[in-house]
């Protein structure tokens, strides 16, 4: 498995943006970054807590009531938070802008990421497309 975060790489250098109840020996790393503020980890602190306490599909029954970009705003996240490691993480994620994302599937995603651990196969992430094609029967 990985450390709970992410490795950002811009201009040659890294920067690491770690989940702090997950992986707290990463804090400080995270807080030099550059990309995330002290407030920014409370309000990501918050929110998570916030999830403990509902269903994760929770979100998804309701209605559609505001797009992630809203959200993010709302929730107060500085621009540097947003832009630097958010809007980009979720939009390769949803391959769409933030303003035409459903909060709720954001949320829903993060929580996700959030509670959950990430693999990678033995080969690879090449090994993933590969796997599949293997399991999928093609007619043409």
């Known amino acids: 498995?990985?450390?709970p975060g992410s490795l950002l790489f811009r201009k040659g250098v890294s920067r690491l943006v770690a989940d702090p109840l997950r992986y707290p020996a990463g804090l400080f790393a995270t807080l030099t970054s550059g990309i995330a503020t002290i407030p920014d980890l409370f309000?990501?602190?918050r929110l998570r807590f916030s999830h403990f306490i509902t269903s994760c599909y929770a979100?998804?029954?309701?209605?559609?009531t505001s797009t992630t970009a809203e959200n993010l705003?709302?929730?107060g996240l500085s621009p540097r938070?947003?832009?630097?490691?958010?809007?980009?993480?979720?939009?390769?994620i949803y391959v769409t802008p933030l303003e035409q994302q459903a909060s709720a599937t954001f949320h829903f995603v993060?929580?996700?990421l959030a509670s959950g651990r990430a693999w990678l196969p033995e080969r690879g992430i090449r090994a993933v497309?590969?796997?599949?094609?293997?399991?999928?029967?093609?007619?043409?």
């Open 1 to 3: 498995g990985f450390i």
């Open 43 to 45: 309000r990501l602190v």
């Open 59 to 64: 979100a998804l029954r309701q209605p559609p």
């Open 73 to 75: 705003r709302h929730m």
């Open 81 to 92: 938070m947003v832009q630097g490691f958010l809007r980009p993480f979720f939009e390769a």
């Open 110 to 112: 993060l929580r996700m």
């Open 129 to 140: 497309p590969e796997q599949l094609a293997r399991g999928l029967r093609v007619e043409l």
